[in-house]
């Protein structure tokens, strides 16, 4: 019988080439018009240690990760002793004939006679392409894409491996076999992942500086911007530091180059300073901050949701923010390039706030339409015609006029202490107060373009479930389950978490019989800020504070388990 739905892991070593088998496949079932979502769990380290490669795979939209497990493909003996008792029933292994333990279903594979051990994970990908139906030519296309550029001897190796593999899948008992329903009329799509559609949401934006220091899970980020950066224009700078990779961005941005910074906690720790420094400055700049869990080095290489207060927070001294978070690879795209536009607009610090799940998760998504996308660099340069100029004008929507150094023959004065208009430095109280309700009344103008979160269901549901950021593809598919045994459930969703504007959704808040909140963190950091901004209370929340993604099948449990007032 043919599935319409599977979920694929695939478990080894670090530098075992799961990565690599883990890649091909996903872009060759993307290819043949399945829908993914790839989750990726790995430890902090070069080699050693257990990795998984997660692919859910479907006809319809997969929306989030799935706990049990339909193939696994074990590269080592380790991987079948860890995920054994996540299998479903019926779920197939696909490893070494040495590792099958217990009564679990397993295709024992004779690797050592399909291929040297350097090629074991080719061979894997074969057999298990071969017994999900997959067609050899698309699977060879999309390894050679995927190797291309190596040598011609490791390309005909790798092929000539993968034929074997096949082979011998085909010649398995279809009893084995885990075919996947065809889909009928397969769309051409994108495979990315949510770091490399920020990075395209920054280049339709019209970035031009990035500056940065390495810091998982934010780096990949970068490392996209770099390899394409000569074609688009831009510059990107490893800094020494945290501490020199925000100033240069400031500068950047002060001579005219929309600039951008990527980091994690830990990193945007000693950033925190420099985003005062942008707020005092009224300098544009996008920050994305890729959580992870802390405190201090935490789990490098895993997911949480524990930054918002932090980034909320972050600079001494008051002054107006936005804060976005995005819940698919599509957000990830727009909400970029909303954050250049609010950066730019109102000349200040704003934040994308993404974890390691959204971050290294890739799916399939239509290609992005950027016909004719405005991009949002100081081109319009202010028309000033007052000596001396006034940076720093007071203004009633609290924007002054700005113009870069060097372009006109006004002298442009910028300082880190408290200023007059025209940009040096003043002690004076009264002007003290004034520029303090300047940048202040920049808030205002936030406030009203904020985007409203996003609710779905009927009306007075007998729960709704909030959440924001990476959970929402988890949140919509618990709710459908929890629809299914008999409970009214709606869902409020926040994509942007910074500023709150209670008109768009306090009432939905109030016609729920009970309202949950599910979040990746310890302490409720959102439902929180609900209640301290908003004044509604939500005490019963789902929190995931273990390192791995929020998935529908935990956020069902917990919510049983906390209980509701349903019919």
């Given at each position: 019988m043919e599935k319409e739905s599977l979920n694929i892991l695939i478990g080894g070593e670090a530098g075992g080439g799961l990565v690599t088998i883990g890649q091909i496949l996903a872009k060759s079932l993307v290819r043949k018009g399945y829908s993914i979502l790839v989750t990726q769990d790995y430890q902090s380290r070069i080699r050693g240690g257990h990795n998984t490669f997660g692919i859910r795979v479907g006809i319809e939209k997969i929306l989030a990760p799935k706990e049990s497990i339909d193939l696994l493909i074990a590269l080592n003996e380790e991987t079948v002793w860890l995920h054994k008792e996540e299998l479903s029933h019926g779920g197939r292994v696909i490893v070494d004939g040495a590792y099958c333990i217990g009564d679990i279903v397993c295709v024992e594979v004779p690797f050592s006679q399909l291929a040297d051990k350097r090629y074991v994970n080719t061979a894997a990908?074969?057999?298990?392409?071969?017994?999900?139906?997959?067609?050899?030519?698309?699977?060879?296309?999309?390894?050679?894409?995927?190797?291309?550029?190596?040598?011609t001897e490791v390309v005909e190796t790798n092929l000539d491996v993968l034929s074997k593999a096949y082979r011998w899948g085909g010649d398995q008992?279809?009893?084995?076999?885990?075919?996947?329903?065809?889909?009928?009329?397969?769309?051409?799509?994108?495979?990315?992942?949510?770091?490399?559609?920020?990075?395209?949401?920054?280049?339709?934006?019209?970035?031009?500086?990035?500056?940065?220091?390495?810091?998982?899970?934010?780096?990949?980020?970068?490392?996209?911007?770099?390899?394409?950066?000569?074609?688009?224009?831009?510059?990107?700078?490893?800094?020494?530091?945290?501490?020199?990779?925000?100033?240069m961005a400031i500068g950047a941005s002060f001579a005219g180059a929309s600039s951008m910074l990527a980091t994690s906690g830990g990193g945007f720790a000693l950033m925190t300073e420099g985003v005062s420094l942008a707020a005092m400055t009224e300098t544009p700049i996008v920050i994305v901050v890729a959580q992870r869990p802390g405190p201090a080095t935490g789990l490098p290489t895993r997911t949480e949701q524990g930054d918002l207060e932090f980034v909320l927070h972050s600079g001494h001294g008051e002054f107006p923010r936005a804060v976005f978070a995005p819940g698919s690879i599509e957000e990830c795209f727009d909400l970029t390039r909303r954050a250049f536009e609010l950066s730019e607009r109102y000349q200040g610090p704003v934040?994308?706030?993404?974890?390691?799940?959204?971050?290294?998760?890739?799916?399939?998504?239509?290609?992005?339409?950027?016909?004719?996308?405005?991009?949002?660099?100081?081109?319009?340069?202010?028309?000033?015609?007052?000596?001396?100029?006034?940076?720093?004008?007071?203004?009633?929507?609290?924007?002054?006029?700005?113009?870069?150094?060097?372009?006109?023959?006004h002298l442009v004065v910028a300082d880190s202490d408290e200023h007059t208009g025209d940009g040096h430095i003043t002690e004076n109280l009264s002007v003290r107060k004034q520029m303090v309700e300047k940048r202040l009344r920049k808030g205002r103008g936030i406030l009203e373009e904020v985007i409203p979160p996003e609710r779905s269901g009927e009306a007075r549901p007998d729960l709704l479930i909030v959440s924001w950021g990476s959970s929402r593809g988890a949140v919509q598919e618990a709710a459908s389950m929890l629809r299914g045994e008999g409970l009214s459930v709606s869902i409020l969703h926040f994509s942007q978490v910074w500023p709150l504007q209670p008109s768009q959704f306090l009432n939905t808040l109030h016609e729920a019989r009970e309202v949950v909140c599910v979040e990746g963190n310890a302490t409720g950091q959102f439902s929180r800020l609900i209640g301290r901004e908003i004044g509604f209370q939500i005490p019963k929340r789902v929190l995931r504070y273990d390192g791995l993604p929020i998935t529908p099948e935990y956020i069902r449990l917990q919510i049983k388990k906390i209980g509701t007032r349903g019919k």
């Open positions: 990908l074969g057999v298990a392409c071969s017994l999900l139906g997959l067609d050899e030519i698309l699977v060879a296309t999309a390894l050679k894409d995927y190797i291309g550029k190596k040598i008992s279809p009893s084995v076999s885990i075919k996947l329903k065809p889909v009928s009329k397969p769309e051409k799509r994108l495979m990315i992942n949510g770091n490399e559609a920020i990075a395209l949401g920054a280049f339709s934006a019209g970035v031009k500086f990035c500056a940065f220091y390495p810091m998982t899970p934010a780096t990949s980020i970068v490392m996209y911007l770099i390899a394409h950066a000569k074609g688009m224009g831009i510059v990107v700078e490893q800094a020494e530091d945290e501490i020199a990779a925000i100033n934040f994308l706030l993404t974890d390691q799940y959204l971050a290294d998760s890739y799916r399939a998504v239509d290609t992005f339409d950027i016909k004719n996308l405005p991009q949002f660099g100081p081109s319009d340069v202010a028309k000033v015609s007052d000596t001396p100029y006034n940076r720093y004008q007071i203004t009633e929507s609290g924007i002054s006029p700005r113009l870069l150094p060097g372009l006109t023959q």
